[in-house]
């Protein structure tokens, strides 16, 4: 089965990326997809310093998001835009758990959470781009941790008109390419396992 973790790079309550990482995960679910939508404010972890990692190892909610990541094989990301590049969150996020814990998961228990996993990318903003100029980044820094990053991937410009009250997507012409990514990456990530044995 496989199992989809879909997230957002922003803690807001009213993250319009939330919304967009929410409807991902639903239509996960349509493609016979397990999907689970994490929110980041749920788990607050401080901003990654070495002392710390050196005096108290990975903190309480990095560990239990870890064990979230290690629980799914595929991601649904949506990323704010801030200055061009991802959230100060979805990095920090993304370092934490990227760091060696030496629990034997892996010939290196850092890339465990990330290794061999299929990422659909989405991105939402208010302005006329839609938050595409973080999405590269994004790409670059899930590379360097051996995901699969899929080519496809989805903008939502003026995405402040995008989303219904109830938080789903109003917009017809988005509703169907997040869709189609949600698909696409249940479907590569079966093909992966499959390849896998
Ligand atoms: C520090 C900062 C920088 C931002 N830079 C950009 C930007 O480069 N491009 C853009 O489209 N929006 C930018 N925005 C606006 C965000 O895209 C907007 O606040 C968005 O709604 C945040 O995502 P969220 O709704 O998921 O919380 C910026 C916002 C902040 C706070």
């Known amino acids: 089965m496989t199992r989809v973790l ?3 790079g922003s803690a807001r309550r009213d993250s319009l990326n939330k919304k967009l990482a929410r409807a991902a995960a639903m239509y996960a679910r349509e493609a016979g ?4 939508f994490v929110d980041l404010d749920d788990y ?4 990654y310093h070495g002392d710390l990692e050196a005096a108290s190892g990975m903190p309480e909610n990095a560990t239990k998001l870890r064990e979230l990541f290690l629980a799914h094989n595929a991601l649904l990301i949506a990323s704010p835009e801030n200055n061009s590049s991802i959230t100060a969150l979805l990095k920090n996020t993304i370092d934490w758990l990227s760091r060696d814990v030496g629990d034997g998961k892996g010939d290196c228990s850092g890339l465990a959470p990330w290794r061999g996993k299929v990422a659909g990318l989405m991105a939402a903003s208010p302005g006329a781009f839609g938050g595409v100029r973080a999405l590269p980044h994004l790409r670059q820094v899930l590379s360097t941790l051996d995901v699969t990053v899929l080519g496809t991937q989805v ?3 003026r995405a402040h008109e995008a989303f219904a ?3 789903s997507i ?10 189609a990514l949600a698909g696409a990456v249940a479907d590569a990530s079966r093909r992966l396992a499959a390849a896998a044995g």
């Open 33 to 36: 997809a397990e999907a689970t």
């Open 170 to 179: 109003a917009d017809e012409r988005v509703a169907k390419s997040v869709r």
């Open 44 to 47: 607050p972890i401080p901003l």
């Open 6 to 8: 879909a997230f957002a």
């Open 155 to 157: 903008a939502v410009p």
């Open 165 to 167: 009250a109830d938080g």
